[in-house]
């Protein structure tokens, strides 16, 4: 079974950083575009940023140039570092991703989430 976990969220003051990891496991024959997403309550999920196999970024507006994603093809996985961190950064955020499976499969998977709090 194909899983993506998150790691690394907490609680951090305004201003902070947090570095937060997802590793995919299982059967996995390629990961194309990963992405974070984040929900705050009362929230629609939305895309915070995405990164394609080759290293292509895309970040929403509101965190450009504070946030940057990366990934390690060969270790199955991502990373969210997140800077200047404000209160409306506080929300659950999402690991996904786009995977291909040995049997020609192509499916979206998602993590669990990990929660972020940004406060004084």
């Known amino acids: 079974q194909v899983q993506f976990v998150e790691s690394g969220g907490g609680l951090v003051q305004p201003g902070g950083s947090l570095r937060l990891s997802c590793a995919a496991s299982?059967?996995?024959?390629?990961?194309?575009?990963m992405g974070w997403y984040r929900q705050a309550p009362g929230k629609q999920r939305e895309l915070v940023a995405s990164?394609?196999?080759?290293?292509?970024?895309n970040f929403a507006d509101s965190v450009k140039g504070r946030f940057t994603i990366s990934r390690d093809n060969a270790k199955k996985s991502s990373y969210l570092q997140m800077n200047v961190l404000k209160p409306e950064d506080t929300a659950v955020y999402y690991c996904?991703?786009?995977?291909?499976?040995?049997?020609?499969?192509?499916?979206?998977?998602w993590g669990q989430g990990t929660q972020v709090t940004v406060s004084s």
């Open positions: 299982g059967i996995i024959f390629s990961i194309y575009t």
């Open positions: 990164i394609t196999r080759g290293g292509n970024t």
């Open positions: 996904n991703g786009e995977i291909l499976t040995y049997d020609s499969r192509r499916t979206v998977v």
